[in-house]
């Protein structure tokens, strides 16, 4: 594939050298000393021009490429390039690497036209949430105010609770209200057919009501004890996130935040955590509070020295399992060697995620098998559709799946004897060759 | 240098009362209905109006009113609205209310919809001077509304920012109206109550279901309800009326003891869920819930009443009572100390913010337990941090504070006042006990009105002294407006540039 980096930080040279070998890349930057490094390790064209122009996009064959990764440490530059990318070449797919939830709120309801959106704290909070073993979903798409949610699981080695890992799908207990609607498995989409089943290693779609996409949380969680008590010292905006996304997997949260107004912002924002006024430096508080009873201790502090410190008091108080957050690429080896038990570095992460889409099968097919593609629709049922009044056990077999049904604003999840009324919306995923057949079905 | 603009205020104050003249055309029409003598009204009128375009005449300010002046505005035109409204009193010829002291007082209750009374003998009262009474409840419940939910807030009394300005559910936008549109929409919803209330009660009428309900009745009572104020044109309250018109009158109380901006955008955006989903609300009917089971289980176990009756009299005084609206559908003062420990302390909670109803409210009743549970919280924790949070929202700090200073305040004006009570009683050796005169305090500053003993749900004010009634109309006036307007203007700072 013919791919665009915008931004050689350390997002973008991590990409590189993740992508460099299979791929061509150029990679876009203002600073000519971070270009030269890349384009010495790796064969790679360079552009010192600003990504997020439209003269240089266009200049540089935006059109020809089959990817633009937006990935400079700056939200808004990302999104314009992203914006433009789509503007120059509607058939090139766009990633934008953004720190700010409400861009990602935004994209999730379709409202911004870009292909896949990357948050840092996101990212990491779910690497944390990963490292703890509570596996949390990744939301792609909403619908009806939420009511519906895509999501989307890694299946890890050794996760999942009995009786439903390597069953046909068909004979394993999923949790109600939802459905599996597609298994990524390597470089391939597997249709969910009932004789199929879902495999470590795999990644999962699925269609389902909220309370659903925690039921598959559960479900996927690594077998062993639950951790359900954690301390996050630090309440920047990885801290946040991290607090945020455990809280929804119902873990206890308590954030150490050394600012007061920083504090009291978190105390507001976050809704259910216990939010502290201290530092992680006291070993007087750490005491008080009981923190070496926690079952985990997130350090996301700004300064990969005092997180250092701060984790090794922790554990010294009886913490038996901290996490990182690293900021410095050489920090993650000396804190593992120092007893850290994970070193999580964002941009890293970030990367990753970003390198996983490039290589996802979905993303591919637009160079390769044009017919192959997957997509989710969100129809209004024509009264006079023949598939109108039939149970849906009766409905033909096809590729498509419909996982929900919108009715007067509430979602509902069918199964066998559901039928589809008229004026009901439906949230279809489906082969992209059949677009026009389901549409015409509907 | 005085920091205040005096003038201005009074200017502003005497444009609003000559406004208030347009009341009295209401019982001119009344007394020319019923053949009585429109006089006491026409002049009570005329001179209002007079007071009004005078006063805003001989003043000029020189600068616009502000937050500054309108705590002066409020206090004023309320004192000045009390005394228009008792010209009618005084003018009547009516014996019971012949000391200005007494006339004061029920023009006071009635402004401040108290519903506290020096009658003795309701039937020397003519159609119009009776219906006077019940609408001045009325207008008096009009200028709450507006007060609480377009003008106090903008004062920032009490914590009122927080609680009953335009600050909703998360699904509303953040609008900040002008006071003139609040004023407006809350308004329609007190018509409307009103006007549905009086059509339930005539239509009881009507059918014969209840034959001593007739559209004077109706309206007039319909007046009180909705104010919360409890006057009625009864001797014996509601003691008379039939079972049906009691179980009406119950819920309508209940209505207008619910807060209109709430009830405003449940009813705009029919989503009736926002009713559930409000702390207050929820807390609000749990407390009457409670209030009324307690006095049932008491009347039942004391073998005072039973069966349909125990339960209606039960919710009936229990929500007429924490309503503040002060109607009594049996004579309480027969009951047992039990049910009078409970209705006084159910004078303590009132209703919900942003209604007709006195007292401290349900929501500062909330918000001090969670303040507390916070305070107790960083006892044990020291660095924790924690936000109080009302309906999800937090509310600021400001407004924590404002709680509860208006609860010590509150607190405070209830103990000073029993105080005096006491004392003065006991100079005249009156016939009240300790307890009885506690009850009034509470009872006149939570604008509930009836109290214990001779001032009972059947009985009247009339035998306190002068001092004691002095004493009353302060508590009532003092309590309606939210105790701080009043204060702030006795401290130098109000005062000083």
Same mark, same amino acid.
Request: aromatic residues 8%; negative net charge; contains cysteine.
């Given at each position: 594939?013919?791919?665009? /980096? ?35 390790? &790796? ?9 997020? @122009?439209?003269? /240089?996009?266009?200049?540089?064959? /935006? ?25 120059? *070449?509607? *058939? ?10 409400? &861009? ?9 036209? %870009? ?16 490292? $703890? ?50 298994? $990524? ?130 554990? *010294?108080?009886?913490? +038996?399992?901290? $996490? ?6 050489? *920090? ?13 570095? +964002? ?64 979602? %509902? ?18 082969? @992209? ?10 | ?497």
């Amino acid at each position: 594939m013919k791919i665009f /980096v915008i931004g050689a930080g350390q997002v973008g040279s991590a990409i590189v050298e993740a992508l460099h070998d299979e791929h061509e890349l150029t990679v876009f930057d203002l600073d000519p000393g971070r270009l030269n490094y890349l384009s010495h390790r &790796y064969d790679i064209a360079t552009v010192e021009e600003n990504g997020a @122009s439209r003269r /240089v996009l266009r200049e540089a064959g /935006v059109a020809g490429a089959n990817l633009v990764i937006a990935c400079t440490s700056r939200d808004e530059t990302n999104v314009i390039a992203a914006i433009f990318a789509r503007g120059l *070449s509607p *058939s090139t797919k766009t990633i934008v690497r953004t720190t700010d939830v409400e &861009y990602l709120e935004v994209w999730r309801e379709r409202q911004l036209d %870009i292909d896949f959106m990357v948050s840092t704290e996101l990212e990491t909070a779910h690497a944390v949430s990963r490292t $703890i073993g509570v596996p949390a979903a990744r939301q792609t798409d909403v619908f009806a105010d939420g009511q519906v949610q895509i999501v989307e699981f890694d299946v890890e080695d050794g996760a999942g609770r009995p009786g439903v890992i390597g069953l046909p799908l068909r004979e394993a207990a999923l949790p109600e209200n939802s459905k599996v609607v597609a298994i $990524i498995r390597g470089e391939r989409i597997v249709p969910p057919r009932g004789t199929e089943s879902i495999q470590p290693g795999d990644r999962i779609v699925v269609i389902g009501s909220p309370v659903a996409a925690l039921a598959w949380s559960e479900l996927l969680a690594p077998r062993g004890q639950r951790v359900r008590d954690v301390v996050i010292f630090g309440g920047g905006p990885a801290g946040t996130a991290i607090a945020e996304l455990l809280l929804t997997q119902g873990i206890s949260v308590r954030v150490v935040e050394v600012h007061r107004e920083r504090a009291e912002d978190l105390a507001e924002q976050l809704h259910g955590a216990r939010v502290y006024h201290a530092t992680g430096f006291d070993s007087d508080f750490l005491e008080r509070e009981r923190i070496g009873r926690a079952h985990a201790a997130v350090f996301a502090m700004r300064d990969d020295a005092k997180n250092l410190y701060a984790a090794t008091l922790a554990r *010294s108080h009886g913490v +038996p399992f901290t $996490i990182t957050i690293v900021h410095e690429a050489v *920090s993650a080896r000396i804190f593992e060697q120092a007893g850290i038990d994970v070193a999580i570095n +964002p941009r890293h992460v970030t990367a990753e995620e970003i390198v996983r889409f490039a290589h996802d099968p979905r993303t591919q097919q637009v160079a390769m098998l044009e017919g192959d593609r997957y997509e989710i629709l969100d129809i209004t049922v024509r009264p006079e559709s023949r598939l109108v009044r039939t149970p849906f056990r009766e409905l033909p077999m096809t590729g498509s799946v419909i996982g929900a049904i919108v009715r007067n604003g509430e979602a %509902i999840f069918p199964h066998g004897d559901s039928m589809l009324e008229p004026n009901d919306r439906v949230i279809v995923f489906t082969e @992209s060759s059949r677009v026009p057949q389901v549409e015409k079905a509907l | 240098m005085l920091g205040v603009d005096v003038l201005a205020a009074l200017n502003l104050v005497g444009a609003l009362i000559k406004y208030l003249s347009a009341a009295f055309l209401f019982p001119t029409a009344v007394a020319l209905g019923y053949g009585e003598s429109p006089w006491p009204f026409v002049i009570a009128g005329v001179a209002t109006a007079a007071a009004g375009f005078g006063l805003e005449a001989v003043t000029r300010g020189k600068e616009r009113v502000g937050v500054r002046e309108g705590f002066l505005v409020v206090v004023l035109l309320w004192l000045l609205a009390a005394a228009s409204g008792a010209l009618p009193y005084l003018l009547s010829g009516e014996d019971q209310l012949s000391n200005p002291v007494d006339a004061y007082f029920e023009s006071m209750s009635g402004f401040t919809t108290t519903g506290a009374s020096v009658l003795t003998d309701f039937e020397a009262l003519n159609h119009s001077l009776a219906m006077w009474r019940q609408f001045s409840c009325w207008v008096g419940g009009m200028g709450i509304i507006v007060l609480a939910l377009a003008v106090l807030p903008r004062l920032r009394v009490g914590g009122r920012q927080m609680f009953e300005t335009e600050a909703p559910g998360p699904e509303v936008e953040r609008l900040t109206v002008t006071i003139r549109d609040a004023a407006r929409r809350f308004l329609v919803l007190y018509f409307g109550i009103t006007a549905a209330e009086t059509v339930v009660l005539t239509l009881l009428g009507w059918t014969g279901i209840d034959d001593r309900m007739g559209p004077y009745e109706a309206l007039a009572h319909s007046f009180a309800t909705v104010a919360t104020a409890g006057f009625s044109t009864q001797a014996r309250s509601f003691e008379d009326f039939g079972a049906a018109t009691q179980w009406t009158v119950a819920v309508f109380m209940v209505i207008a003891g619910t807060n209109f901006a709430l009830m405003y955008r449940a009813i705009l955006f029919r989503r009736f869920r926002l009713f559930a989903r409000d702390e207050e609300y929820r807390l609000y009917v749990v407390l009457l819930g409670l209030g009324s089971a307690v006095l049932l289980v008491e009347l039942w176990t004391s073998d005072i009443l039973a069966g349909e009756a125990a339960v209606r009299h039960a919710v009936f005084n229990a929500v007429s009572t924490m309503t503040t609206t002060g109607f009594a559908s049996a004579d309480f003062n027969q009951w047992t100390t039990l049910t009078w420990v409970t209705l006084v302390a159910l004078m303590f909670f009132g209703a919900s913010a942003g209604s007709t109803s006195g007292s401290v409210k349900v929501v500062r009743h909330l918000l001090v337990g969670k303040i507390l549970r916070r305070e107790l919280d960083q006892a044990v924790h020291p660095e924790i941090v924690a936000a109080v949070r009302l309906n999800r929202e937090r509310v600021d700090e400001a407004a924590v504070r404002a709680v509860t200073v208006f609860i010590l305040l509150y607190i405070g004006f209830f103990a000073v006042g029993a105080f005096a009570l006491v004392l003065d009683a006991a100079r005249v050796d009156l016939a009240a006990t300790a307890f009885e005169l506690i009850a009034a305090s509470a009872s006149t500053l939570g604008n509930v009105g009836p109290a214990f003993g001779f001032a009972g749900p059947m009985g009247s004010y009339e035998p306190f002294p002068d001092v004691s009634m002095l004493i009353f109309t302060a508590l009532m006036f003092v309590g309606r407006i939210e105790l701080i307007p009043v204060v702030v203007l006795f401290t130098r700072s109000y005062w000083r540039v």
